[in-house]
């Protein structure tokens, strides 16, 4: 917290370059310096830190925060400043922005920092203000003669050398730029993500930027040398796309390490009569433009996309209003060929890990026939000759429960999840083996007999009984009517891979708490201190929200004295020394003597809680109640099971983190990460000890 501040130092106003519509009179920005004081460690320390004001509104540059912690006014949101400060790193001895540092000590520091801050302010303004006089220069062109739409023109590259002597690889469309890479090989592999470029087999590039060999080719712009105009045809005629982009689709996806998923879309929506064809990040603003039937109409009416971070989550409307995953089948899958004839296939039955997908593994995606009513087969899907693509989705597949038949095909292997950045020293990892167990033997009636009969491991009291799907599909009344499936065996269960994982005895509450936030830290990678009520926290943010005082926070945090829980707009879930509480902070169910086991997230993005069974019991309240309390808390992104919960669950779990016990190094317990196996739905339902 910040005491009375003392009367502000302005510093020097240093001159500015005028950008837009803004006065050359003065900065925008001032810069001064006041007393605040800082707490940390529960010591307050009174410390002299700079402030900016920005049209009568000042924040204090507080060492060891972020911009998201130290912008209260939003300035960034609200369009006060075209972009956060680039590079601004705050400590409690300097202040360091666009690579520049200006000591706190430093008797001109103020005006110092002030220029540094306007100087990239008016940078910032002046690219604004070129892209906005590029656009509308584009309305204004006349259209009598316009050229014909972007899309159906074909694909070109352009090369050129700059007064500096630097190459620029220009990809264009029409008259519009769709990338600009200089002469270096994260250039070219961004053009190959983006479906812009053919892959070569083989490339090379000087450490200069000044030559690239593509496939033996090789094109020199050393020593005077000029290539571009040989690297510019070569390109076009060997290395350009197969088709022109967005030709024969309609939805096209771009990287973009800026955006929140780190693509871009683009496809085309009505808005006020006319059509907007511009890329927009891809976010769950966009993803529910994408679904509006009215302003944009490409996917089918029964789909739902949800984006679960780090997955996109396909689902189909039934007509009891719930939603249910896409059959697995053909019609499902998604077949993407590169440039050497390999295949990927794309399950879309389950969710799709966007981080693990190319921008054209994704553009394929939502063009495929089972998303994409208009879609097509096109660029990405075409296959090698002599392969088999799978034939479009009936007209059938428009109505919401008709649904093509359950034929299993081979997919490819799910791999592990992508990892945090790396620790030293590295905790343990492992994944324990799949269980697997042999199917019972087919019963008198030619269904499997054991589970047929056998019923589900009786439930501790208080906890639910397993949930059992007869295998059938319900017809809508007055709707198509679907032939019944053949009996058949129960689903298999999806998480019976974890139970060596659960049954094993956890370490200590603290060294479980801690350690497990460090392995979910690593794997966000977004840990920020914070606070939670009058506590020091630490907090992974899962939204834009970063605070975890704020009350629309949602994400996980640990206390500084050992507290696990996860909170999401005043909803929580939180572990202190054996007591869970669920509920809200003002009005929170108190269970006594509840061990946490294991936490991990599942294929929906939602944050799991297992503890040991019987914990219902322990609340001192009817179960109903608690009951009540655990489907609210699914509802807001978070789950607590017993280990019998978490293995007969149908949500698939795809990471766990635990501390056992039994440790090689007891003075130094290690986390034991898993990821859910590729074959993990191999075993059969069954009765879960």
Known sequence: MNREPQPETESRRPPRLATGGESPQGPRIKVGRRVADIEHDGKHTELEVFTMTLDGETIHLLPLRNWGQLDVYKWRVRGKLPATPAGIEIAPDHVKITGQIVLANDPDGCSKLEKLLNDWLALEQANLDLA?????????APTAA????AQEQPMRFHVEVDKRGQVHVQCAQ?????AQIGLNTPGFNSLVNQGLMRKPHA??????????????AFFSFEKGNNDSLKLEQALNQSYAPLESLGKGKEVVVFANAASPTGFDIQFPVSIGGVVD?????????????????????LLHKALVIKLAPPSLIFKLRTPDGGERYLERGPAST????????????????????????????????????????????????????????????PAAMNHPIAVPPATPTPTEPAPSLPQGPAKSPGPLTQTPPPVLVPPPKPGPSGVDGASATAAPHAPEPGEPEANVEDGHVKAAEGGLKLAPRPAETRKPLPNLWLEPLLTQEPAGHEWLTFLVYGKMAEWFGNSNESQFGVSPCWAIALSETEDASDPGFKGIFLTAKGGLGFINQGHLA???????????????????????????????????????????AKFGVPEPAVKGELERLKQYGVAVMSVREALENRVPIEVAWTVPRLQADPEDPQVVESTRPANAELAPAMAVP
């Open 334 to 393: 998604v077949r993407v060929f590169d440039d050497d004839g390999v295949e990927t296939r794309i399950d879309l039955s389950q969710p799709v890990n966007y981080l693990r997908r190319s921008a054209a593994e994704l553009t394929a995606v939502f063009n495929h026939p089972a998303i994409n009513q208009h879609g097509t087969l096109s660029k990405g899907t075409s296959a090698p000759a002599g392969v088999s693509l799978p034939s479009p989705l």
């Open 146 to 149: 316009a050229a014909p739409p």
């Open 574 to 616: 939180r572990f202190q020394n054996g007591v869970v509480f669920l509920g809200t902070p003002e009005a929170a169910l108190e269970g006594i003597d509840v061990r946490l086991l294991a936490a991990g997230l599942d294929a929906e993005g939602g944050v799991i809680f297992v503890v040991a069974q019987g914990y219902r």
């Open 203 to 216: 490339l090379k590039v000087g450490a200069l930027h000044d030559w690239v060999e593509l496939d033996g």
């Open 174 to 178: 029409g008259k519009e730029v769709l």
């Open 132 to 140: 906005r006089r590029k656009t509308q220069a584009k309305q204004a």
């Open 277 to 297: 064809n511009r890329r927009r990040p891809l976010n769950e603003q966009t993803l529910d433009l994408l679904q509006d039937a009215t302003r944009c109409g």
